[in-house]
């Protein structure tokens, strides 16, 4: 029998994001056009958030997110209300495989700062106050080196040297100390786990994604310890009580995904150097490689499984994941090991292709495995 956890990450966990009730996106549609205010969608929220929250609590979960019902987007609504980030529509969206988005970005305007105001803080408040004492209320927020990464896209990227001039430094030194604040008043309201979702790293994965990278006289090592240095930068000198992990992924949308190729590429930089204290990490497919890297993660760390797709209404095979457990225990103690989702089931407010029935199926799955893999 292994050690019961007292602290996220839990043996069956989430990454974050549910699918947005079908009356939630009627309300957002309807705020869209004018025909309710904000206080009135709020109340609409808060109703669905309240629900999601005991139906968390009712599938056993230790821990519960709002779902992200309040944000379009896992990462941009955080961009938006940073102070010196702007809104900008692109002719162009994310390019995944077979689709595209919406053509939304982030871009500077003026120097990043902390936003005393920003609106995941009152989120965090109303998440805290409906969670009951044995439920630990999460933060999910976008890794600064993804942040850093859309303001350096190439539509975007003309904006830092009007702000910022070639002082690259100073931008990331700005950037982590605003996110460094706002975590900070997290933890003033009650959070005591916060996780970083970081799609840099997937990116960094990708085969073609550095080729290109080369080919334009990049360096993709050197962007490597650009988002890990903003990043431990940001989540330094942080109270010693208040969790910090990261999920990395390849892109979730709409169930399908943007990048490929296994962790080997990043392990030495992202499980060897990051400080945090747990990795969420895509397993569900072929794309993300191998268990091997995992041997590269801290003796400190845990790793939660991303063994469960969140893009595919099927359910998995229990003995298919038992099995895969006990595969990548052979690279990292299984004590040190736990199961989720490989992603959120909405990281943007289309969510994916399956039903909220398949998705709490989804859950169910989790909790039973983790309970025969562990016994905890």
């Known amino acids: 029998m292994t050690k019961a956890i007292k602290q996220a990450p839990f043996r069956a966990d989430i990454v974050g994001s549910f699918l947005r009730p079908a009356g939630l996106k009627a309300a957002r549609r309807q ?30 979960l230790k ?23 702007d809104k900008v529509e692109l002719e162009q969206g994310y390019l995944f495989h077979g689709e595209e988005t919406r053509a939304e970005s982030a871009r ?9 105001a920003h609106p995941f803080l009152s989120h965090f408040a109303f998440l ?15 890794a600064p080196a993804q942040c850093l990464a859309e303001l350096e896209r190439p539509e975007n990227s003309s904006a830092i040297g009007l702000v910022y001039g070639e002082d690259r430094d100073a931008l990331i030194t700005d950037l982590a100390a605003a996110y460094r604040q706002t975590i900070l008043a997290f933890y003033e309201l009650g959070c005591r786990n916060v996780q970083l979702d970081d799609c840099t790293w997937g990116m960094l994965c990708d085969r073609g994604f550095r080729a290109g990278v080369s080919e334009a006289g990049g360096d993709a090592a050197a962007i490597a310890e650009s988002y ?9 000198d942080l109270p010693s009580d208040l969790v910090l992990t990261t999920h990395v992924c390849r892109g979730n949308y709409h169930s399908t995904w943007a990048s490929s190729g296994g962790y080997e590429p990043v392990a030495d930089v992202l499980f060897a150097r990051e400080h945090v204290s747990a990795y969420y990490l895509e397993f569900d497919t ?13 003796a400190d760390k845990q790793v939660v499984l991303g063994l469960v797709t969140s893009k595919d209404p099927k359910l998995e095979r229990k003995e298919d994941l038992v099995r895969r457990i006990h595969e990548a225990a052979r690279y990292i103690p299984v004590e040190r090991l736990c199961l989720s989702p ?29 309970a025969e893999v562990w016994k905890d």
């Open 228 to 236: 890990l240095r903003i990043n431990n930068l940001a989540i330094a």
């Open 108 to 116: 500077l305007a003026g120097r990043v700062q902390f936003n005393s």
């Open 31 to 60: 705020f869209e056009e004018g025909k309710v205010d904000r206080r009135e969608l709020t109340s609409v929220e808060d109703k669905y958030i309240r629900e999601l929250v005991e139906k968390q609590h009712t599938a056993g």
């Open 342 to 370: 490989q992603c959120g089931f909405a990281s943007t407010e289309e969510g994916n292709v399956l039903t909220e029935d398949e998705q709490w199926r989804k859950i169910t799955l989790v909790q039973e495995v983790a």
């Open 286 to 298: 072929d794309r993300a490689g191998g268990f091997e890297p995992l041997a590269s993660v801290s």
């Open 128 to 142: 805290k106050s409906v969670c009951s004492d044995d439920v630990i209320p999460r933060q999910t927020i976008p």
């Open 63 to 85: 821990v519960a997110t709002d779902g992200e019902f309040r944000r379009s987007w896992w990462h941009l609504d955080f961009f938006w209300s940073l102070g010196g980030i």
